[in-house]
């Protein structure tokens, strides 16, 4: 019986960028691991990623309200270790937040096993909502879901049911969460939470292990970079 091996290698990033594009600065990354990228801005679309030793980054999942918010997610593999930095290109400029996770043994031919993607643009919904999943691997996965919501800071008691912030944080008037959760049963999953404002854009990816069977999670550690 395989055990789930997405454990987090590191995690890093941006809380203050403004303009065209993003760096994150990181330790040097290991060759087969997977690099995902959360991005929240003020619906500016990320045109390129480029660093951590990845020779592609693929979006995985993008949304934007169509008024002041976009959250995305993208991942690559890692092809040549040693790199320590990461720079976000965007389409034009933008104020917002960047983050990194490096993670070891998702699946590195087809790392997406589902998404689903939220937005409310009219300034009513105070619940960030991504929407919900229903992995095919079942506990083989990894949950990861960012939001972005026109805010100042986040609500801890509003955070979704099972599920471990890593990091988030604001500037610009916009305020990101992510959170992150290795599935611990088949089923579906919806990781909402709350925010003290509104005009929220989320999005939540399932990525598959690089092997299955369902067997024994282990704990995933929280960082919380503010």
Known sequence: MATISATPVQQANNNSFSGTTATIAISPTTTGNTVI???SSQAVAVLSIAGAGVTTFTSR???????????EIWSGVVTAGASTSIVVTFVGSADGTVW????????????????????DATGSAVLVDPGSITPTA??????????????STRNPAGDPTGFTPYTNGGWGGRFM???????????????TWTCNYDRMAAVVVAFK????????VPPISRGIFL
Request: overall charge negative.
């Open 37 to 39: 990228i959360g991005v």
């Open 61 to 71: 999942k993008t949304v934007t309200n169509a008024v002041n918010g976009r959250a």
């Open 100 to 119: 990194m996770d490096e993670r070891a043994g998702i699946n590195t031919t087809t790392p997406v096993d589902s998404s689903s993607s939220g937005f």
């Open 138 to 151: 079942g506990i083989d996965c990894l949950i990861v879901a960012v939001g972005s919501c026109q805010s």
């Open 177 to 191: 969460a992510a959170y992150q959760k290795v599935a611990s049963a088949s089923g579906s999953y919806d990781p």
């Open 209 to 216: 292990a690089a092997t299955g069977g369902g067997g024994q």
